[in-house]
């Protein structure tokens, strides 16, 4: 991840068809279940029998991010999904930028380097995830230097010890502050009971790619539980990847060899006894940059990142007097360090050799503290309120040639940043909610900002949900953006950077038919003010500069079904028209239109089930250093073979992904010379995984 801002240094809708038909077929199944339960052998009652208090308590899908206590879908004061660990397992997952992909209004892009997240028709370069908050047992993965949500193979969690998703749509800073620009990622993990015993797993598929996982989890006589659980993932990548811009004798005729390399290691441990759970995990990840970017030399192995995440996290939960009281310790640390080849030029140092290293080794730490206190006032009032501290006390982005009496620029800082929340929850009737809450967040670097969120939740019948939302966010420049430098100098160049802000107006329309069929639209409209944007400040520097307006208008429809059967569908579209209001063009790398279709069922009693995704982008139209550039519409299909149960305590899968072998390409930022990277076409995954 070469963060540097040097501009010398930058050089098939068939198939949607037919999966949409098999959807419909499937909507008129019979033997449903709940729409908003995972399949059980007991059949609940049906929903047209259930009155109103029985529906929106329904114990299975239930969320805790939204609004930082447990609730019903129905209630929660926004546009929410839940990921089951059976659909991970089910749909052949490999990452957490595979879930995303296939959820409604979300896209992901890859660099062969990182995967980047774009949702409502927003994906900005030079932003590492900045705008969406990712969270795993509701503590922040973020990191504070440039507060990247890592999605792909460098996240901090193996996907075989994740329990349920909950994603989250719209700006939710009223509780979270930075961060939850557009949305929060509330990842939750298995239980040390859920385990029982050893597991043990093991991967293999194209590209020289291999995983293993061995678990620990167990319940203790006394109450409590832990688990423990480490992973190992290596893949060569493509051994050969071609790429036109550099096809010259001199560059290896644009062939990039083995240059694709990914490898990690991740530690994760949680353990509970009476009130207290600790929790902590660790994540290293190495990988080759096989694209040249940032101007530096093609071909050259040198050429890498290393990406290191870890904490610690104590948290204390319980009630007392009728008060939920929780509180929360937590360290946390990120390393990166990026190491990119160049060829010396005239600019360069004489003594210089023909090629060097240039080395970013940053390195952040930081501690705090937040807790919280949630009651229930009378029978229709709840009241949230919260603080939170923390003290980031180490903020390195030195910058530096290896090579002896080499140039080198060191750039450290620190700082506090403290914030209080509230929260309201009042129910004027049983068939109507308000929701509103409010944040403040106060920060060294510039100062304060409040967000509110206000909620309007109307329920005239029986499986019919309205929801009208108001919500304002923030998100702060980060260390990146304020103090990143390589022009080895020690200007700050972006002292007068400042927050950029969100304001969302979104309806939400869900409805349930019968006891099988769940459907979900909104329609919102985003206004930001201030946004963060690559400029240029001279004639050989980029850098950060508050510039744009940007307005974005959609909706996104999606609909969703579980059977007593086994099977289980989805479908969804999306439309965003997102313009610069300075110029009224068209946002760059924003697709209009999104489709996706999710259909799994039983092929072999319910021990064998098929499952096949059909995912449709639009085209994308960007500058490309000043050129006008485009990355074409695609549909992708990915089928995946998943069986349980054939031999006890044995769990196999076989995917196979782009299954008709499409070609390709994501979007390039200005970091590289090329407008478009190619993606991968077919490849495939077999996993076993056996409990004892």
Sequence with gaps: ???????????????????????????????????????????????????????????????????????????????????????????????????????????????????YIGTRGFNRPGD?????????????????????????TEFILDLALIDHIEIIRGPSSSLYGAGAFFGVINVISRSGGSLDGWEVSGAAGSQRTGAGRLSYGKELS???????????????????????????????????????????????????????????ALVSRDKRIPTASFG?????????????????????????????????????????RGEFTYETTGDDPSFYPATYVNRDEHLARWWGAEVQASRQILSRLHLT?????????????????????????NNSHSNLFWAGYGQGELRFSDRLILNAGVRYDHYQTFGAATSPRVALIFIPVEKSIFKLVY?????????????????????????????????????????????????????????????????????????FRNVDRVKAVGGDFGVESHWSSGVQARASYSFVSAKDEMTHQHLDYSPRHLAKVNLTAPVYRKLVFGGIELQGTARREFSHNGVAAAAGGYVIANATLFSTGIIPSLEGSFSVYNLLDKRFDEPATTDHLQSVIPQDGRTFRAQLAYRF
């Design 385 to 409: 309120v919260g603080a939170l501290f923390r003290d980031n006390f180490q903020q390195q982005l030195p910058n530096f040639d290896l090579v002896q009496d080499g140039r080198r620029l």
């Design 1 to 115: 991840m070469k963060r540097a801002l040097k501009k010398t240094r930058k050089r098939c809708v068939c198939g949607l068809q037919l999966g949409t038909a098999a959807l419909l077929v499937a909507l008129s199944g019979t033997s449903p279940v709940s729409a908003l339960e995972r399949p059980e052998e007991t059949r609940q009652p049906d929903l047209a029998e259930m009155d109103l208090e029985q529906l929106t308590n329904l114990k299975v899908e239930k969320v805790y991010g939204v609004s930082k206590f447990e609730q019903v879908v129905t209630e929660a004061p926004a546009s929410v999904s839940v990921v089951t660990a059976e659909e991970i397992k089910r749909y052949g997952w490999r990452t957490l930028a595979d879930v995303l992909r296939a959820s409604r209004g979300f896209f992901a892009s890859y660099d062969r380097n990182y995967s």
């Design 222 to 280: 006394g109450g409590g539980e832990f688990l423990v659980s480490g992973t190992g993932y290596t893949s060569r990548g493509n051994d050969r990847l071609f790429y036109p811009e550099f096809n010259d004798p001199a560059t290896n005729n644009g062939i990039a060899s083995d240059m694709d390399r990914d490898r990690s290691y991740s530690l994760f441990g949680s353990g509970s006894l009476g009130d207290f759970t600790l929790s902590g």
């Design 128 to 152: 590492y995830n900045s705008r969406v908050l990712l969270l795993v047992d509701g503590h922040q993965i973020n990191d504070l230097i440039y507060e990247t949500a890592a999605i792909g």
């Design 471 to 543: 919500g304002e966010a923030f998100r702060a420049p980060n260390a990146y953006e304020l103090y990143y430098n390589d022009v080895f100098n020690s200007i700050e160049p972006n002292a007068s950077l400042r927050p950029e802000t969100i304001t969302t107006y979104e309806v939400i329309y869900e409805q349930y038919y019968g006891d099988k069929v769940r459907t979900s639209l909104s329609l919102f409209q985003n206004i930001i003010d201030d946004l963060i944007s690559y400029q240029d400040v001279s004639a050989t520097q980029v850098a």
């Design 296 to 336: 530096t030399v093609f071909n050259d192995p040198r050429t890498h990142s290393i990406d290191k995440r870890e904490y610690l996290d104590l948290k204390y939960d319980k009630a007392i007097d009728g008060t939920s009281v929780t509180a929360r310790l937590f360290y946390d640390e990120y390393r990166y």
